[in-house]
Protein backbone atom coordinates (compact mmCIF):
# COMPACT_ATOMS: atom_id res chain seq x y z
CA UNK A 1 0.00 0.00 0.00
CA UNK A 2 1.54 3.34 -0.81
CA UNK A 3 2.32 5.83 1.87
CA UNK A 4 -0.19 8.82 1.53
CA UNK A 5 0.97 11.91 1.52
CA UNK A 6 0.15 15.32 0.69
CA UNK A 7 -0.46 15.83 -3.03
CA UNK A 8 -1.11 12.17 -3.22
CA UNK A 9 -4.43 11.28 -4.84
CA UNK A 10 -7.10 10.17 -2.50
CA UNK A 11 -7.53 6.33 -3.22
CA UNK A 12 -11.26 6.09 -4.70
CA UNK A 13 -13.47 3.12 -2.62
CA UNK A 14 -17.14 2.04 -2.33
CA UNK A 15 -18.62 1.74 0.95
CA UNK A 16 -21.89 1.42 3.16
CA UNK A 17 -22.69 4.94 4.66
CA UNK A 18 -25.73 6.12 7.03
CA UNK A 19 -27.04 7.75 4.16
CA UNK A 20 -26.79 4.98 1.61
CA UNK A 21 -23.72 3.45 -1.01
CA UNK A 22 -21.06 5.94 -2.27
CA UNK A 23 -18.26 5.88 -4.62
CA UNK A 24 -15.80 7.98 -2.74
CA UNK A 25 -15.01 10.34 -5.80
CA UNK A 26 -18.61 10.33 -7.34
CA UNK A 27 -19.64 11.46 -3.90
CA UNK A 28 -16.83 14.04 -3.59
CA UNK A 29 -18.07 15.48 -7.68
CA UNK A 30 -16.99 19.29 -7.75
CA UNK A 31 -16.60 20.27 -4.56
CA UNK A 32 -13.76 19.81 -1.49
CA UNK A 33 -14.09 16.85 1.46
CA UNK A 34 -13.06 16.65 4.35
CA UNK A 35 -12.72 12.52 5.28
CA UNK A 36 -12.36 12.12 9.18
CA UNK A 37 -12.61 9.14 11.43
CA UNK A 38 -13.08 8.24 15.09
CA UNK A 39 -12.33 5.56 17.26
CA UNK A 40 -15.42 3.98 18.23
CA UNK A 41 -19.21 4.56 18.28
CA UNK A 42 -21.07 5.68 22.17
CA UNK A 43 -17.64 7.05 23.06
CA UNK A 44 -17.52 10.33 24.49
CA UNK A 45 -15.19 12.64 22.74
CA UNK A 46 -16.22 11.04 19.75
CA UNK A 47 -19.87 12.40 20.59
CA UNK A 48 -18.41 15.87 20.87
CA UNK A 49 -16.62 15.82 17.98
CA UNK A 50 -19.62 14.34 15.52
CA UNK A 51 -21.86 16.97 16.95
CA UNK A 52 -19.77 20.13 16.77
CA UNK A 53 -19.22 18.93 13.21
CA UNK A 54 -22.62 18.37 12.63
CA UNK A 55 -23.47 21.97 13.97
CA UNK A 56 -21.26 23.33 11.60
CA UNK A 57 -22.91 22.11 8.43
CA UNK A 58 -23.32 25.71 7.20
CA UNK A 59 -19.38 26.65 7.66
CA UNK A 60 -18.68 23.31 5.32
CA UNK A 61 -21.56 23.99 3.24
CA UNK A 62 -20.32 27.48 2.22
CA UNK A 63 -16.87 26.69 1.55
CA UNK A 64 -18.09 24.05 -0.89
CA UNK A 65 -16.68 20.99 1.61
CA UNK A 66 -18.64 17.99 2.40
CA UNK A 67 -17.78 15.83 4.98
CA UNK A 68 -18.19 12.27 6.20
CA UNK A 69 -17.34 10.31 9.00
CA UNK A 70 -15.72 6.57 9.50
CA UNK A 71 -14.98 4.03 12.11
CA UNK A 72 -14.99 0.39 11.98
CA UNK A 73 -18.48 0.19 13.47
CA UNK A 74 -21.70 -1.15 11.72
CA UNK A 75 -24.17 0.68 10.14
CA UNK A 76 -26.72 -0.15 12.47
CA UNK A 77 -25.02 1.10 15.23
CA UNK A 78 -23.89 4.35 13.99
CA UNK A 79 -27.88 4.78 13.30
CA UNK A 80 -28.80 4.64 16.91
CA UNK A 81 -25.20 6.18 17.93
CA UNK A 82 -27.05 9.22 15.89
CA UNK A 83 -29.33 9.08 17.95
CA UNK A 84 -27.35 10.62 20.90
CA UNK A 85 -25.48 12.77 19.26
CA UNK A 86 -28.44 14.71 18.03
CA UNK A 87 -30.05 14.60 21.45
CA UNK A 88 -26.93 15.07 23.54
CA UNK A 89 -25.50 18.10 20.74
CA UNK A 90 -28.86 19.23 19.56
CA UNK A 91 -28.49 18.64 16.54
CA UNK A 92 -29.88 16.69 13.09
CA UNK A 93 -26.55 15.10 11.77
CA UNK A 94 -26.70 15.06 8.07
CA UNK A 95 -23.59 13.98 6.63
CA UNK A 96 -23.01 10.40 6.33
CA UNK A 97 -20.70 8.16 8.22
CA UNK A 98 -18.98 5.49 6.56
CA UNK A 99 -19.53 2.16 8.57
CA UNK A 100 -15.79 0.55 8.23
CA UNK A 101 -16.13 -2.38 10.18
CA UNK A 102 -13.84 -4.52 8.06
CA UNK A 103 -11.58 -2.04 8.20
CA UNK A 104 -11.42 -1.67 4.36
CA UNK A 105 -11.16 2.11 3.96
CA UNK A 106 -9.34 2.46 7.15
CA UNK A 107 -6.87 0.27 5.72
CA UNK A 108 -6.86 2.65 2.51
CA UNK A 109 -6.47 5.48 4.35
CA UNK A 110 -3.43 4.33 6.79
CA UNK A 111 -6.16 5.25 9.43
CA UNK A 112 -5.58 2.48 12.30
CA UNK A 113 -2.02 2.49 14.83
CA UNK A 114 -1.14 -1.44 15.11
CA UNK A 115 1.11 0.08 17.95
CA UNK A 116 -1.69 2.05 19.94
CA UNK A 117 -2.68 -0.97 22.64
CA UNK A 118 -5.15 1.41 24.07
CA UNK A 119 -6.89 1.85 20.80
CA UNK A 120 -8.56 -1.88 20.18
CA UNK A 121 -11.89 -3.38 20.26
CA UNK A 122 -13.00 -5.99 22.29
CA UNK A 123 -11.20 -8.51 19.86
CA UNK A 124 -7.91 -6.85 20.42
CA UNK A 125 -8.37 -5.38 16.49
CA UNK A 126 -6.92 -1.76 16.05
CA UNK A 127 -9.70 0.81 16.11
CA UNK A 128 -9.51 3.79 14.17
CA UNK A 129 -7.12 6.82 15.28
CA UNK A 130 -8.63 10.26 14.88
CA UNK A 131 -7.52 10.96 11.20
CA UNK A 132 -8.53 14.08 8.89
CA UNK A 133 -8.35 14.15 5.55
CA UNK A 134 -8.85 17.47 3.57
CA UNK A 135 -9.09 16.20 -0.18
CA UNK A 136 -9.90 18.95 -3.43
CA UNK A 137 -12.34 18.33 -5.93
CA UNK A 138 -9.14 17.43 -7.93
CA UNK A 139 -9.32 14.26 -5.04
CA UNK A 140 -5.51 15.42 -4.12
CA UNK A 141 -4.93 15.65 -0.12
CA UNK A 142 -4.05 18.78 0.74
CA UNK A 143 -4.46 17.95 4.85
CA UNK A 144 -3.48 14.93 6.88
CA UNK A 145 -3.70 15.01 10.81
CA UNK A 146 -3.90 12.05 13.13
CA UNK A 147 -4.87 12.72 16.52
CA UNK A 148 -4.77 10.54 19.63
CA UNK A 149 -8.08 8.69 21.20
CA UNK A 150 -8.21 10.93 24.36
CA UNK A 151 -7.59 14.46 22.41
CA UNK A 152 -10.91 16.32 20.60
CA UNK A 153 -10.00 17.75 17.47
CA UNK A 154 -10.03 21.60 16.49
CA UNK A 155 -12.64 22.00 14.03
CA UNK A 156 -11.88 25.75 13.85
CA UNK A 157 -8.12 24.95 12.95
CA UNK A 158 -9.21 22.48 10.42
CA UNK A 159 -11.43 25.17 8.92
CA UNK A 160 -8.56 28.02 8.99
CA UNK A 161 -6.26 25.30 6.87
CA UNK A 162 -9.49 25.18 4.42
CA UNK A 163 -9.72 28.72 3.96
CA UNK A 164 -6.18 28.86 3.68
CA UNK A 165 -6.07 26.21 0.99
CA UNK A 166 -8.82 27.93 -1.13
CA UNK A 167 -7.08 31.48 -0.74
CA UNK A 168 -3.84 30.49 -1.75
CA UNK A 169 -5.62 28.71 -4.72
CA UNK A 170 -7.01 31.32 -5.91
CA UNK A 171 -4.21 34.13 -5.37
CA UNK A 172 -0.50 33.68 -5.19
CA UNK A 173 -0.44 34.00 -1.03
CA UNK A 174 0.40 31.76 1.47
CA UNK A 175 -0.98 32.71 4.91
CA UNK A 176 1.24 33.53 8.14
CA UNK A 177 1.40 31.80 11.71
CA UNK A 178 -2.12 31.46 13.86
CA UNK A 179 -3.41 33.43 10.49
CA UNK A 180 -7.35 33.96 10.81
CA UNK A 181 -9.70 35.21 7.62
CA UNK A 182 -9.08 38.65 6.97
CA UNK A 183 -5.73 39.90 8.49
CA UNK A 184 -2.30 40.01 5.98
CA UNK A 185 -1.24 37.15 4.07
CA UNK A 186 2.23 36.39 2.25
CA UNK A 187 3.47 36.89 -1.01
CA UNK A 188 3.87 33.48 -2.75
CA UNK A 189 8.05 33.21 -2.97
CA UNK A 190 7.57 32.63 -6.47
CA UNK A 191 6.04 36.41 -7.25
CA UNK A 192 8.94 39.09 -7.37
CA UNK A 193 8.25 42.20 -5.00
CA UNK A 194 8.20 44.13 -8.03
CA UNK A 195 5.36 41.78 -9.70
CA UNK A 196 3.74 42.03 -6.47
CA UNK A 197 3.37 45.64 -6.30
CA UNK A 198 1.57 45.14 -9.15
CA UNK A 199 -1.55 42.81 -8.09
CA UNK A 200 -1.91 43.21 -4.47
CA UNK A 201 -2.19 46.68 -2.68
CA UNK A 202 0.11 47.54 -0.31
CA UNK A 203 2.54 45.21 -0.16
CA UNK A 204 5.32 45.61 2.34
CA UNK A 205 9.41 44.20 2.28
CA UNK A 206 9.94 43.22 5.49
CA UNK A 207 13.00 40.90 3.93
CA UNK A 208 13.51 39.89 0.74
CA UNK A 209 11.49 36.61 1.15
CA UNK A 210 9.09 37.90 3.58
CA UNK A 211 6.54 40.31 2.06
CA UNK A 212 3.15 40.88 3.51
CA UNK A 213 -0.26 42.19 1.58
CA UNK A 214 -3.33 42.07 2.85
CA UNK A 215 -5.74 39.54 2.20
CA UNK A 216 -7.08 39.54 -1.60
CA UNK A 217 -10.88 38.92 -1.77
C1 LIG B 1 -13.70 8.88 23.18
O1 LIG B 1 -14.23 9.21 22.13
O2 LIG B 1 -13.97 9.41 24.25
C2 LIG B 1 -12.68 7.79 23.18
C3 LIG B 1 -12.67 6.85 22.18
C4 LIG B 1 -11.73 5.82 22.21
C5 LIG B 1 -10.79 5.78 23.24
C6 LIG B 1 -10.78 6.77 24.21
C7 LIG B 1 -11.71 7.77 24.18
Request: glycine share 4%; aromatic share 8%.
Amino acid sequence: MPTLRLGSTAPDFEAETTKGTIRFHEWIGNSWAILFSHPDDFTPVCTTELAEVSRRAGDFEKRNVKVIGLSANSLESHHKWVLDINEWGKTDLQYPIIADSDRKVATLYDMLDYQDASNVDKKGLPLTVRTVFVIDPKKTIRLTLAYPASSGRNFDEIIRVVDSLQLGDKHKVTTPVNWRPGDDVIVHPSVPTEEARKIYPNVVEHKYYLRTTAQPA
